[in-house]
């Protein structure tokens, strides 16, 4: 069953491309680089380049795609508490990749069914959000059920994401059974 599977989806290569369509404006196919936010901040701080120090996100003045990047770092480090306290410091929580992230966090850390909810809303926010689904199709592969895993990445072919990191992480998860913490 598991070699079809594997068959059904494989397609030629399985070089990660780079890119937008969707999964955030930001490439993905690299774990990301530390900085000083994992290398110096401890707790929920984020470093504000411009302070040259460690600041708390509530009351900086950094931009959100700081704030995205330091997000996914301490994810990366699995220090997904402070991930989720940086989110919770981001103004619009009903934004997509905002609700994206906190289903990340809540996947890491095991809650599956809240993890599924966040991904769901910002599916729904953004249909065309292929790393939500990405993320949420690796968590189907965690749990074993393949068939809505399988979905998922139909789902991101359709909107336009092949060759995405979305697309080709999903497609491997599938394949090996193996999932992505970036």
């Known amino acids: 069953m598991r070699v079809l599977l594997a068959l059904t989806i494989a397609l030629p290569g399985y ?8 999964d955030g404006g930001t490439t993905w196919t690299n774990p990301p680089e530390p900085s000083e936010t994992t290398k110096t901040c401890k707790g929920v701080r984020v470093w504000d380049e411009k302070k040259k120090r460690c600041v708390k996100p509530k009351k900086s003045s950094l931009d959100t795609d700081t704030l995205y990047g330091a997000v996914r770092e301490l994810a990366y480090a699995g220090r997904y508490d402070d991930a989720q306290g940086v989110l919770s410091a981001m103004a619009d929580q009903n934004d997509d990749r905002v609700l994206t992230y906190w289903g990340f966090t809540h996947r890491k850390l095991g809650q599956i069914e809240l993890a599924n909810a966040y991904y769901d809303k ?25 068939d809505l ?33 970036y």
């Not at 599916?123 to 965690?142: C, H, K, W």
């Open 15 to 22: 070089a990660f491309a780079a890119g937008g369509n969707g």
């Open 122 to 146: 910002a599916i729904t926010t953004n249909p065309d959000n292929i790393l939500a689904r990405s993320y949420m199709g690796q968590g189907f592969v965690e749990q074993g059920k393949l």
């Open 149 to 181: 895993a399988i979905a998922q990445w139909r789902e991101i072919k359709a909107r336009g994401g092949e060759g995405s990191w979305a697309e080709a992480s999903l497609r491997e998860a599938i394949r090996t059974g193996t999932t992505y913490s």
